[in-house]
């Protein structure tokens, strides 16, 4: 799936700590009369304005948003996955990773204290031309703005609100990395490179194929048919690590902040 991995780099991390603070706040076509007669005794997801998209178990779906379609679809499906594969995430595991992004956070704002440091004492220094002091300016804007973001690195400074935002969003990302591997382990495939980590995309088309068939899901309205899947069968949409690589072999060894 879209960005629901791991962090593994600063800048995921500082978005993972935005996102906390966001959280903190706050099968085949069928005939169309038949799928609206059956929508009216199921549960409704989206704008009930809408038109009827699809289905996904036992809920009716109702939008002109292919990517909500199929947002909506997976979700459930893999809700469903995770229940049969027995896949869970342990306190323990929350804690790692945590603490794990806490200390990429840490980082990522001495490196930047040091960085703006380092440009306030070539431009206390002089000699520099105005297009060369306005560069060196607005670079150092900027990174007092990220370290101002990034919180003054304390993680145990955390409101209750916070610290419980934290392990929530800490569960949702190694969870999905845990069906990801899964996912990994029974269909195999190629794996996409994606921001958040790796995503096994073709094992999520086999299984969506394979839940399709079964009549886990639907696709009622045809013009959402092809953007629906063709973020798993469009392969310009992707980098793929090498066939027998060493990042490949490796994707699904070690999760992020995870204890096993």
């Given amino acids: 799936m879209q960005a629901l991995a791991s962090i593994r780099t600063p800048l995921q991390a500082a978005a993972f700590l935005s996102a906390t603070r966001r959280l903190a706040r706050l099968g085949l076509m069928v005939g169309v009369a038949a799928a609206l007669a059956a929508a009216a005794a199921q549960n409704v997801e989206g704008d009930p304005n809408a038109p009827l998209a699809g289905r996904v178990y036992g809920t009716a779906i109702r939008t002109a948003d292919a990517e909500m379609l199929r947002d909506e679809v997976l979700r459930r499906l893999t809700e469903r996955y995770a229940a049969e594969k027995g896949l869970s995430v342990t306190a323990a595991e929350q804690r790692a990773y945590v603490d794990r992004m806490q200390a990429a956070l840490r980082q990522d704002r001495e490196q930047r204290i040091a960085r703006r440091d380092a440009l306030n004492r070539r431009l206390a220094a002089g000699g520099l031309s105005e297009a060369e002091r306005r560069k060196l300016a607005a670079e150092v804007e900027a990174l007092n703005q990220a370290i101002a973001a990034l919180g003054d690195g304390a993680g145990g400074a955390a409101s209750a609100e916070d610290r419980k935002a934290r392990q929530q969003i ?15 382990r029974q269909y195999g495939g190629r794996i996409a490179y994606q921001q958040g980590g790796p995503e096994p995309v073709d094992a999520y088309r086999l299984f969506l194929e394979e839940r399709q068939a079964r009549g886990d899901f639907a696709i009622y309205d045809p013009k959402l048919e092809a953007p629906f899947w063709s973020y798993y069968r469009d392969d310009s949409k992707h980098s793929f690590y090498p066939r027998g690589s060493r990042q490949e072999a490796e994707a699904f060894k070690t999760p992020w902040g995870s204890t096993k």
């Avoid at 800490?170 to 990994?184: C, D, P, T």
């Fill in 170 to 184: 800490a569960a949702a990302f190694i969870l999905q990395w845990k069906i990801n591997r899964a996912l990994y």
